[in-house]
């Protein structure tokens, strides 16, 4: 007897979101499980949405507004509602913030589904208030029960929910954060006099864009051989490009555009730079080392689990522009050393954050939403 297979709506904000950090998994595990899962993703519409489509992908375009507006937020329940129940799916993974408060709101209503809470990391960062604080977790708690399986990038998200009680045992699972390191690999570049700093991230106060201009205007002072390429979108763009001008680094720090051949980027940069005040396990470290590069990144939570301080890189204070300008001027002056902390970059890059452990651990996680659907449709049909 043939079955159909189960159907997975992975649900992002935003195309670019879904092109970079779902596309390649979803089609990797179409691939694996063909037949008995399919997985589709759902976002609002973009550039990206042809370039999945053309690649073979069921992209189902509705809006996931990132507005936490009462209206905005209904918006998006009733596009995921109607969706998920237009396409017969059977289990939804949720990414982000906007559909992770959404679709778990859906979920107190809707107990067809399987539902599964990937959190990026939980929006507590290291300039969240305590009242706010307490109002995140509080509103974790009661979304508790709506979810299957919540899964964590971060061991220090793992604990906070432990400790709060925010979640039970057999719901977490430790899923961590992989790419393809074959894509992301090391190329050999002619040396320049010029060291290439390369921040991906967008343009919102959460990434602190502001700490590494204030870092670069500290550098400018004592040595003007470097650039820095930042690559983002978001509504502080214009505040940020005021900035560089405001501060004479105009012949320095380079907004370009959004691009999605990133391995290319990285290779032409020699150091990732980060300066969140809060991550999950961020690709925007993790893809440089992979691609042989240091990196540098404050010391928060997310980032500071992806990186070995003064072996693939190093951390740096949130609210010190002196110590990151101190870390640049190190990696300008000192090209040989840096080459070697790329090299162990991209070792630790190979030991932790393989795509191929992702993929067993949601193909495991999916297939056992198959068999929950299998066990349902048995019991329905018992007389």
Not at 100 to 111: K, P, Q, S
Not at 176 to 193: E, K, V
Not at 279 to 285: H, K, N, T, V, Y
Request: with cysteine; net charge neutral.
């Amino acid at each position: 007897m043939t079955t159909n297979p189960l159907k997975i709506l992975e649900v992002c904000t935003v195309s670019s979101s879904a092109y970079a950090l779902v596309f390649d998994r979803a089609q990797a595990l179409n691939q694996r499980h063909a037949g008995a899962i399919q997985v589709d993703v759902l976002c609002s519409d973009g550039p990206e949405v042809a370039l999945m489509q053309a690649q073979g992908m069921t992209v189902v375009v509705a809006d996931q507004h990132r507005s936490l507006n009462p209206l905005q937020l209904a918006r998006s329940a009733w596009n995921l509602r109607r969706a998920i129940r237009q396409g017969g799916y059977h289990a939804v993974h949720l990414h982000f913030g906007i559909p992770g408060l959404v679709g778990r709101f859906l979920a107190l209503f809707d107990h067809k589904t399987v539902w599964i809470y990937q959190s990026h990391g939980y929006s507590i960062a290291e300039n969240t208030s305590p009242l706010a604080r307490k109002a995140y977790l509080f509103i974790e708690k009661l979304l508790k029960r709506t979810v299957r399986y919540s899964l964590f990038q971060l061991r220090e998200d793992m604990e906070l929910a432990r400790e709060h009680r925010l979640l039970d045992e057999s719901q977490m699972v430790f899923l961590g954060n992989g790419i393809d390191l074959n894509t992301f690999a090391p190329h050999s570049t002619a040396p320049t006099n010029t060291t290439t700093f390369g921040m991906v991230a967008r343009f919102e106060p959460i990434k602190n864009h502001a700490l590494l201009l204030d870092a670069a205007e500290l550098l400018a002072k004592q040595n003007r051989d470097f650039k820095i390429k930042l690559i983002g979108q978001g509504h502080l763009q214009a505040d940020i490009q005021a900035s560089i001008q405001q501060k004479g680094l105009s012949d320095l720090v380079e907004i370009m555009p959004y691009r999605n051949d990133m391995p290319a980027f990285y290779q032409s940069i020699d150091v990732g730079v980060l300066t969140s005040f809060a991550e999950g396990i961020p690709r925007a470290l993790i893809e440089p080392m992979a691609s042989g590069k240091p990196v540098i990144c404050t010391d928060v939570k997310g980032s500071r689990e992806a990186i070995i301080d003064q072996q693939t890189g190093f951390k740096t204070s949130i609210d010190s522009p002196q110590a990151l300008a101190d870390h640049m001027l190190w990696c300008i002056q000192h090209p040989e050393q840096r080459q070697q902390m790329g090299k162990a970059a991209r070792e630790h890059a190979c030991q932790h954050f393989s795509e191929t452990r992702i993929l067993d651990i949601l193909g495991d996680i999916y297939l056992s939403c198959h068999q929950q659907k299998r066990e349902s449709v048995s019991l329905e049909a018992s007389p």
